[in-house]
């Protein structure tokens, strides 16, 4: 079955310690992104890729990183330096960025990250 | 500059009766609008897209939304809810000028009553 999947499903974290999140999408998507949402509130972009090798910041990047070594796969770190990381993350692909009206972004089930 | 305005935080219906949920956007653009549902610790599922077609647009489970530029609104309807249907719902607008980038609605959540 094609689709996204991140893991895990959820994630306990002591302060001060980075933890990777993990996404991988089997659609042949170019561009994957990295939203947070938190209760009762809408999704904020964290990063973005359209490409291989290349990834931009969204509107909340600060303390978060990125890579995006293959197509399919596209982790994020939350780093000790970010202040308040408890949320949920999804992450989210579209088959090409850029050209005609914007493509429909795919989700994947979400990652519950908790900061203990 | 791109933004979205959910009327309603919170929405309760009865079984059988019709959702209206309210979504008004703003966009220097051509914009692109979408539905999402969202189910309780569960990623976003899309209901409809608009992109500049027909104005009123039909999706899965029987919703529908109509594109108003005049009135810059999409609201979502659905003529008859059942309860599968309590979920939260999100109001996305994106625009290829905005670097295709989605801003979401602070979501509706629905409640439907038995």
């Known amino acids: 079955d094609g689709g996204i999947t991140q893991s895990p499903k959820y994630l306990f974290r002591k302060e001060g310690q980075n933890v990777t999140l993990s996404c991988e999408q089997n659609l042949n998507h170019d561009a994957m992104y990295w939203y947070r949402q938190d209760p009762g509130q809408g999704l904020r972009l964290i990063y973005y890729?359209?490409?291989?090798?290349?990834?931009q910041k969204g509107d909340i990047a600060e303390g978060y990183s990125v890579s995006r070594e293959k197509k399919e796969s596209f982790p994020l770190t939350v780093t000790s330096a970010q202040k308040n990381p408890t949320a949920f993350y999804l992450c989210a692909s579209s088959p090409r960025p850029g050209q005609g009206p914007p493509d429909t972004q795919y989700f994947g089930p979400g990652t519950r990250l908790t900061v203990l | 500059a791109q933004s979205v305005t959910q009327l309603d935080s919170h929405v309760s219906v009865s079984e059988g009766t019709p959702v209206l949920l309210r979504c008004n956007y703003s966009?220097?653009?051509?914009?692109?609008l979408f539905w999402y549902v969202q189910h309780p610790n569960k990623g976003l599922q899309l209901l409809l897209k608009y992109t500049s077609a027909a104005t009123l647009v039909k999706g899965i489970n029987g919703f529908e939304a109509e594109f108003k530029k005049s009135e810059t609104s999409f609201h979502l309807t659905k003529p008859s809810a059942h309860m599968s249907d309590a979920a939260e719902y999100f109001c996305v607008v994106s625009s290829k000028a905005a670097g295709n980038k989605l801003t979401f609605g602070g979501g509706t959540r629905v409640l439907v009553k038995p």
């Open positions: 966009s220097s653009y051509s914009p692109s």
């Open positions: 890729s359209q490409i291989v090798n290349d990834f």
